[in-house]
Every structure is written in structure tokens, then in C-alpha cells.
């Protein structure tokens, strides 16, 4: 399924070039319109999923059954031996004896490019820590395809949780080689992390950092709204201090483009 053939693992989309992009939109516009049905010919993935999700594990679970292949699911992480105090490395290497491939969420930054580096089947990150989600990227890139019919010069802002919201991570670096204008919208302590801003400037990526909406709604093709994610703040009171500051409401709406379209990984809170 890959465009470049020596591409194995999906990690992060710092991996992943403008081509490889354009090939999975294509082939997901095929897919899902009846042009190709790719066949998995009973092949085996293993989901080991250390963090909750909902809509990851039941595309990955209805992908792997609807391409005639089988998902198996790890139910609970602390019904495995990594409860008696087997080291993931070992989990690792034990699971991949008896599947075709690994598709892995964790709370721990890192750990997916970790299993990649071990494992000789590939392995796809479903999303760790605070750090990348390839997968809703290409979706993500997939749905601005459909709703807009390109990718090139739009204008994308990303609203909210921008220094631990892996989604924005992914899908800025997903959306560089298509020269957008993004805005960064977000309380002071929750700015897009420097590493992926200095990965945008290397690009020549035009984007500016804002505090409110309201500078940059009316320019907008895409608002990209992400959650404020209580799991990943070690304080609560700065959890407080952020959970109610962006509410996304009909006048806040009032002059925006025609073709604009609010997006929202999920799941939605409050
Ligand atoms: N978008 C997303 O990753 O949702 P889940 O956490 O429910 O998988």
C-alpha cells in the first residue's frame, strides 16, 4: 500500500513525504468509492492499545475485517505479563511471533518508534503521549481533500491544546509540503512545541501564533478544534485555569468563508 517501497513502519509523518500523502488520499478515495478493494488475505494485526480510544481501535479493528484480515485485540494491558513485570521490549518480541503486524497506542512518547526499531514486521503508531497520530493525519488530509478538493494554499488554524495534542503535531507536518498558511491559536502555556515550529521554518511553512479566534476566523478554510487533554496535565488547577477558554459558538461564526469547515479529531468534551 505504500507509494515508496521502502517505507515499512508508520511512526510519525515527519517520516512521510508530500508523495506518500497523495498516494494514501488516492487510495482511500478508491477504497471508499469501490475502485480498489486491497485484500489483507488473512493476514494478522496486533492491537495493543495502553490508552483508550474509541474511533482508532474500531477503524483499525473494521479496516483489518473488511480488507479480509483479523484483528487481535489486546483487552486489558494488565491482564498480560508486562503486570508481572515483563519489559515491553519481551512483550514485544513474544506478540510479533504470532502476527503480521503491530498497530500500537501508548502513553509514552517514543514507544512506537521504539517497537519499529526492534520488531522485523511493521509497525504503525495509533497515537503516543503527547507526541505524534499519523493516522488521524492522513485522514485528516483525506477529509480536507473532500471537503475543500485540494490541499495546496489553504489557510488552517489549530485551536486549543497545541502543545500536547498530537493530532496538530502530525497534521501540521502533514500539511508543510502543501504550502498552507496556518495560525496557532492557544493559551501562552499551551503553544505548539518548538521542535515542530523549528520543523515548520526549516520548511519555509508560513504560520503565526494567536490568542483568540476572533483574529483569523474570517480568513479560514479549515478551524482545526482540538480537547484539552485533562489526562495529560500534572496540575489540575492549570487544568482549570484552560478547560473553558475556546467554545466554539454560532456568533464567533458569524462572517466566515463559505467553504469553511470546522474539524475535531474527538472525542468532544464538556
Ligand atoms: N481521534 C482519536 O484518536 O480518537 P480515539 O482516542 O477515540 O481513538
Redesign the pocket.
Known amino acids: 500500500m505504500w507509494n515508496n517501497k521502502q517505507m515499512k513502519h508508520l511512526i510519525s509523518m515527519q517520516d512521510i513525504s508530500k508523495e506518500d500523502i497523495l498516494h494514501f488520499v488516492d487510495v482511500a478515495e478508491k477504497i471508499e468509492t469501490g475502485k480498489l478493494s486491497p485484500d489483507l488475505n488473512g493476514q494478522l494485526a496486533a492491537l495493543l492499545f495502553f490508552e ?6 474500531f477503524s483499525f479493528e473494521t479496516a483489518m475485517k473488511k480488507l479480509g484480515g483479523t484483528a487481535l485485540s489486546l483487552k486489558d494491558a494488565e491482564q498480560t505479563s508486562l503486570k508481572k513485570g515483563e519489559s515491553l521490549h519481551d512483550t514485544l518480541m513474544t506478540i510479533s511471533q504470532y502476527v503480521d503486524l503491530v498497530i500500537m497506542r501508548s502513553p509514552i512518547e517514543g514507544s512506537c518508534r521504539y517497537a519499529s526499531e526492534i520488531l522485523n514486521i511493521p509497525v504503525i503508531n495509533a ?1 503516543d503521549g503527547a507526541n505524534q ?1 499519523p493516522t ?1 493525519a492522513l485522514l485528516d488530509m483525506y477529509s480536507i481533500m473532500k471537503t475543500q478538493g485540494r490541499l495546496d494554499n489553504l489557510n488552517i488554524a489549530m485551536v486549543e491544546n497545541l502543545k500536547f495534542g498530537r ?1 496538530v503535531h502530525s497534521l501540521s507536518q502533514a500539511l508543510s509540503d502543501f504550502s498552507p498558511n496556518l495560525y496557532f491559536i492557544s493559551p501562552g502555556h499551551l503553544k505548539m512545541p518548538e521542535h515542530i515550529k523549528n520543523d515548520l521554518k526549516s520548511k519555509n511553512v508560513n504560520f503565526s501564533e494567536h490568542d483568540k479566534i476572533e483574529d483569523v476566523i474570517d480568513k479560514l478554510d479549515i478551524m482545526y478544534v482540538t480537547r484539552i487533554q485533562k489526562e495529560r496535565f500534572t496540575d489540575p488547577e492549570e487544568y482549570e485555569k484552560v478547560k473553558n477558554l475556546y467554545i466554539v459558538d454560532t456568533p464567533i461564526l458569524k462572517n466566515v468563508k463559505d467553504s469553511f469547515k470546522i474539524m475535531h ?3 468532544r468534551v464538556m
Not at 483508550?52 to 481501535?57: A, G, I, V, Y
Request: charged share 15%; net charge positive.
Open positions: 483508550p480510544s474509541t474511533r482508532t481501535k497515537g497520530h488521524q493530532t479529531p474527538l472525542p
